[in-house]
């Protein structure tokens, strides 16, 4: 759990290698199997994107922020009543039921938007 909360969104293999340096003789199921109980259990949420399977400690409404450029994902909170607007306009704009939710928003974070302008300077 350590390694997950001190990482941002972590795949299976970063917090497999992280936790090797503590503990050497830990299987990669054993990780992978930690993390499925996790999940199952409300403690992590696992985040499927193309590129891998991540996983996202914060269990309250936020969105991530997505750098199609690096990668880095990053948590914006949002208060619970903008949540329930969204949701609410889903089941009256489509008739959509909805049974929970994950915002990705995809776009160039800060570092990669300053490291563009300093190039092209």
């Given at each position: 759990?350590?390694?997950v909360?001190s990482?941002?969104?972590?795949t ?19 990780v ?10 409300g ?9 891998a ?6 269990m309250?409404?936020?969105?991530n ?12 909170e ?5 949540l ?17 939710q994950r ?5 160039v ?12 300077e």
């Amino acid at each position: 759990m350590r390694e997950v909360i001190s990482r941002s969104h972590p795949t299976v293999g970063e917090v497999y290698e992280s936790v090797r340096r503590q503990f050497p003789t830990i299987g990669l199921a054993t990780v992978y199997n930690t993390l499925r109980t996790m999940t199952a259990r409300g403690l992590v949420s696992e985040l499927p994107f193309s590129s891998a399977v991540r996983f996202d400690a914060n269990m309250t409404p936020h969105a991530n922020l997505v750098c199609r450029n690096c990668g880095r994902i990053e948590d914006v909170e949002f208060g619970p009543e903008h949540l329930e607007t969204v949701l609410r306009h889903l089941v009256v704009a489509a008739g959509f039921a909805p049974d929970g939710q994950r915002f990705d928003v995809y776009g160039v974070c800060r570092n990669c938007a300053v490291s563009a302008t300093a190039t092209t300077e």
